[in-house]
């Protein structure tokens, strides 16, 4: 049973308990589910939470999921799109916990760090590649603008692969399950966060490239990569997060004097 928003379902109760076990669920939280589906999940959050909050956008699904859920007074269940929802309305902090269709994830966990001030953690079941690219550190080819963008304002962290086959129906690829823990202010300090992505998607538009021949539309480059103590040489993906934001300091000074 596949619903037409992409979403496949997971009932293999070992991997769900695992999930939870990564979420570090205690009683005086709410939970923020994403896509509850049947409630399988969402049952078990229950269990474990003060207040579980489920988002389906499938009404479809209601029904069913409503007679599931007949018995647990702490689920909420709304039908809305999640890309849409207005999560400031929910009283206090949360954390999500989520099986995210593939064909939005992106989107949707960027508009969830747009409420990092809400939430304390985030403990999402993702397309495997995504899940690499989103972890990935300095130096290998996984490493690029989304790990650049989620790792300023969260810790990612792989816990555990999970096959396609304990889904119904199967996707095509596998999946992994990753915990963030998410914070209100950033990880790394740049003067002009603006100019910070600027400069990094444009240096990974073109990652085969020198870091300075990538970014040599922004005048004095190599002048600012030096400031800020790193080879002109190098390609972008040798580049960490930190030396990201010195050279965006660099950037600013040169061009404000």
Do not use: W
Not at 115 to 134: C, F, G, N
């Amino acid at each position: 049973m596949k619903k037409p928003f992409g979403q496949h379902f997971l009932f293999d109760t070992n991997i769900l308990k695992k999930i939870l076990a990564c979420a570090n669920i205690t009683p005086q939280d709410t939970i923020v589910e994403i896509g509850p589906g049947l409630g399988t999940l969402t049952r078990l959050l229950s269990e474990r939470a003060g207040k579980v909050i489920a988002i389906e956008i499938d009404k479809k699904l209601i029904g069913r999921l409503t007679e599931n859920l007949s018995s647990m007074g702490n689920v909420e269940l709304i039908t809305a799109d999640a890309l849409k929802f207005p999560f400031e309305t929910i009283k206090g902090n949360f954390k999500v916990v989520a099986n995210i269709p593939y064909n939005i994830t992106a989107p949707l966990i960027f508009r969830l760090l747009g409420y990092k001030e809400k939430i304390h953690s985030m403990t999402l079941l993702l397309q495997k590649e995504v899940a690499k690219r989103i972890v990935a550190s300095p130096n290998c080819k996984e490493y690029g603008v989304l790990s650049i963008s989620l790792q300023m304002y969260t810790k990612p962290e792989l816990k555990f692969r999970v096959p396609s086959k304990v889904f119904s129906p199967p996707p095509k690829v596998d999946s992994s399950v990753v915990h963030f823990e998410v914070s209100a202010t950033p990880f790394f300090e740049s003067s002009d966060e603006a100019l910070f992505f600027r400069i990094v998607k444009t240096a990974f538009s073109q990652r085969r490239k020198t870091i300075s021949n990538s970014l040599k539309s922004y005048e004095g480059i190599k002048d600012a990569l030096l400031k800020a103590g790193i080879d002109p040489k190098l390609r972008p993906e040798n580049l960490s997060i930190r030396d990201f934001a010195r050279l965006t300091d660099a950037v600013k000074i040169m061009h404000s004097d």
